[in-house]
Structures are given as structure tokens and as C-alpha cells.
Nanobody
Framework: QVQLVESGGGLVQPGGSLRLSCTASGRTFSNYAMAWFRQAAGKEREFVAYISGSGGSESYAAFVKGRFTISRDNGVNTVYLRMNSLKPEDTAVYYC???????????????WGQGAQVTVSS
């Protein structure tokens, strides 16, 4: 069992930045691929980014490429999502997820955090 806890969400103006953190406990963190998904009100959950267990492989959704960066520190069991140049359409609840392998589908991940609200508004 893996427990995931997100932090770092909040309200930010368009063009601003935020960094989300997700800290894991329960199993060997480096064994798990990690991902961020998001879900806006009235919409389905969508893939944002993933990173492999070693950190050597990353991938991003087209709508965040060049603006968001996923990273991980296996020494402190934490994955991060740095979000720059935020837009109102980035407003959503952001979830971190852990799985056995990288993927872009929510069903490929076994463990989920509780979510962190990110609101981009002036």
C-alpha cells in the first residue's frame, strides 16, 4: 500500500507560478512511476505528466509542454510539479498517482492522492 499526500495548491493570477508536491509513504518510492492528473469542474480527469521511478523518463500532455515540469526526489519520497505561465484553463484539482509503470491513462495507476485545488484567476 502507498499513501500519497499532495500540497502546494492555491490561488494564483494568470501568468503566475505554483509548485505542487506529493509525498509518498508505505513502499519503496523509487519502485513506482509517478504521474500528475487533473480534473476541472464538470470534466473528466486528464493526464498532465509522468516520470519514471528513476527519474530518467518524462512525458507531458501537449497543453502543458514547455510550461510545466515534473521532477522527483527519491531521497525524500516526493514528486513535484512546477507550473509556470499559468492560465485560467489550468484551474482544476490536481492529483498525484503512483503505478508500476509509466502511462497516460488513469487506470494504469494504482494509488492516488486526495487532490490539490489550483485556481488561476485575477
Amino acid at each position: 500500500q502507498v499513501q500519497l499526500v499532495e500540497s502546494g495548491g492555491g490561488l494564483v493570477q494568470p501568468g503566475g507560478s505554483l509548485r505542487l508536491s506529493c509525498t509518498a509513504s508505505g513502499r519503496t518510492f523509487s519502485n513506482y512511476a509517478m504521474a500528475w492528473f487533473r480534473q476541472a469542474a464538470g470534466k473528466e480527469r486528464e493526464f498532465v505528466a509522468y516520470i519514471s521511478g528513476s527519474g530518467g523518463s518524462e512525458s507531458y500532455a501537449a497543453f502543458v509542454k514547455g510550461r510545466f515540469t515534473i521532477s522527483r526526489d527519491n531521497g525524500v519520497n516526493t514528486v513535484y510539479l512546477r507550473m509556470n505561465s499559468l492560465k485560467p484553463e489550468d484551474t482544476a484539482v490536481y492529483y498525484c498517482a503512483a503505478g508500476q509503470a509509466v502511462g497516460v491513462e488513469a487506470a494504469e495507476y494504482d494509488y492516488w492522492g486526495q487532490g490539490a485545488q489550483v485556481t488561476v484567476s485575477s
